[in-house]
């Protein structure tokens, strides 16, 4: 699996912009309901300026 859900013409500045996004993602991909979607994790890369976000889903959740 490849980080991030695909290319975008701006970044995202901040982690609340980010996670809606990723979730979005997940829901178009899995069709899986937006309140199953639990976030594990959030990260900024300062290097390359991307948040990355963690989700987890189903059986995929702690």
Request: aromatic fraction near 8%.
């Amino acid at each position: 699996m490849n980080p991030g859900i695909g290319l975008m013409k701006r970044r995202l500045p901040t982690e609340k912009e980010a996670i809606p996004v990723a979730i979005s993602g997940i829901v178009q991909k899995y069709g899986v309901k937006s309140d199953e979607i639990k976030t594990l994790e959030t990260k900024f890369d300062i290097d390359s300026g991307d948040w990355y976000v963690a989700l987890g889903f189903g059986e995929n959740v702690p």
